[in-house]
């Protein structure tokens, strides 16, 4: 019981933190003030930023999938 309680706070989080990273991504791509050429850095932390949220999106449906939460 204890082992699912905690599944479901983590998929809880993995669910904010989609939220979170996706209004960032949203956020410069509809930007207004965004630089025309983007540097090589920060083309890699979005990089890093949109592969963060496909894995935690992959994780959350394994965990639904899987019957871990409910």
Known sequence: MRSQQFSEWIFFFLMIGILLFSGIIIALLFSKNRPKKIRLGE?????????????????????MLGGILF
Do not use: E, H, S
């Open 43 to 63: 083309r890699l932390l979005f990089t890093a930023i949109i592969l963060g949220v496909v894995v935690a999106v992959i994780i959350a449906a394994m965990q």
